[in-house]
């Protein structure tokens, strides 16, 4: 087993109780940054995580916007097939330049994961690009991966991770990879009603369903784990609505050996997100976001003029095309990466009073680590 968490950090890190999170013969912290589409988490950010010996990740979502180069011959062009694939050769240029600059910013600590949605039509060059390029690790999202045994054959270290809501996902994506010869090297269990970003559930009434809760999938999960006889060998990372260390305890507490944060590293200094974005982040109380969307995936939004107009437009029960016209992913570029707070798409898990300051990933870390053991204590003084 190769360590990949830093000398200084190792002190913190065995004092607060944690155990570290196994992937692909390397031990690392079991903390995950969750990819943030459009520019929040790149090379700056997924470096910075992985340097402290935890996993790092890349959005693979139109990277071509953090490289001017890139955007002055892309950004004027008229629609057309020729365009798409100008601005396609251009997010996969800058991916490949994410991808080095991330994994030397880590120092060779923790993993620099690639996060890409099944969902978008450049998926397999994308996934392509970071197995040609070093990620140690893809993580999926968005849709159910089934085809990435075969996309990665020729890349046997590289980690697969499956993102994932439900056990019934779960069992099937572990059936047909066991087919294929290889299983996940992790999976992340990701809560739509609490995550942040697209949300693995039909509609908005279906994310109230009891099969998403944590304490129902990660129990079910594990059982399949023993029927298939691979207990022990796939670890679970719990994502959604978890910001602080007293969240990784409780996730782990139903059996998660790690866990994926998505807003609380939005609002780091190292994100690329707008500073605006930010500050809304640590300002955003009780009851100031709100679940989305029916036909289209659910999403958690931050209340502001664009969640009212969405509300407006399905009150008026619009074609699917209005709502893809008004919801295309330049609202979220709008909110989350030019800070336009107004008419822009900004979303966030459910971590409302859990985020009070943008910090460094250090801090975060530290952080984390401090909470938990401190949770780990008063849990083991509570009498039951
Ligand atoms: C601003 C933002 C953008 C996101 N974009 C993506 C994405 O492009 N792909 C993806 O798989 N998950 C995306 N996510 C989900 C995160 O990777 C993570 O799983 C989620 O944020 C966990 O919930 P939390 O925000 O409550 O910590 C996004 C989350 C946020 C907050």
């Known amino acids: 087993m190769k360590h990949l968490i830093p000398d200084h950090i190792l002190g913190l890190f065995k004092s607060s109780g944690l155990k570290p999170l196994q992937i692909k013969g390397r031990e690392i912290l079991p903390i995950v940054q969750g990819g943030m589409g459009v520019g929040v988490s790149a090379h700056k950010l997924a470096g910075a995580v992985a340097k402290l010996g935890g996993v790092g990740t890349i959005s693979s979502i139109d990277l071509r916007r953090l490289h001017p180069d890139l955007m002055k011959k892309t950004q004027y062009l008229l629609p057309s097939d020729h365009s798409k694939a100008v601005i396609n050769s251009a997010n996969i240029e800058a991916l490949k330049r994410e991808i080095q600059l991330a ?21 397999t060059s994308y996934v392509e690009c970071s197995l040609e390029n070093g990620a140690d690790a893809i993580v999926v999202g968005a849709g159910l991966p089934l085809d990435l045994p075969d996309l990665a054959a020729d890349y046997p270290d590289t980690a697969l991770i499956p993102i994932l809501s439900e056990s019934r996902g779960i069992n099937l994506l572990l059936k047909k990879w066991e087919k294929k010869g290889r299983l996940p090297d992790a999976i992340v269990i990701e809560n739509p009603r609490w995550a942040g970003g697209h949300l693995g559930a ?9 099969k998403f809760n944590f304490d129902v999938v990660i129990p079910q999960t594990l059982e399949i784990f023993k029927s298939m006889g691979v207990e022990g060998k796939i670890p679970l990372i719990a994502a959604g609505g978890i910001a602080t260390g007293r969240g990784m305890l409780a996730a782990m507490t139903l059996g998660a050996d790690g866990v994926q944060m998505g807003s ?6 190292e994100s690329s ?5 930010k500050r809304t982040i640590v300002e955003t109380g009780e009851g100031d976001t709100q679940l989305t969307l029916k036909e289209l995936a659910p999403v958690r939004l931050i209340k502001n003029k664009f969640y009212n107009d969405v509300q407006e437009l399905y009150a008026k029960c619009p074609s699917k095309e209005d709502l893809e016209n008004l919801l295309g992913k330049r609202r979220a570029k709008r909110g989350m990466f030019e800070g336009d707070l107004v008419e ?29 053991n401190f949770a780990k204590n008063e849990l083991s003084n509570f009498e039951f």
Do not use: C, W
């Not at 994994?103 to 998926?123: F, P, Q, T």
């Open 273 to 277: 997100a707008h500073d605006e974005f």
């Open 202 to 210: 039909s509609n908005v009434e279906d994310l109230n369903n009891e």
């Open 344 to 372: 822009g798409e900004l979303e966030i898990g459910q971590i409302a009073g859990l985020i009070h300051d943008i910090l460094p990933v250090e801090t975060i870390v530290d952080n984390i680590m401090t909470e938990f």
């Open 264 to 269: 609380r590293f939005a609002a780091s200094t």
């Open 103 to 123: 994994k030397s910013e880590s120092d060779g600590n923790g993993l620099i994961a690639v996060n890409v949605m099944r969902a978008v039509k450049e998926y």
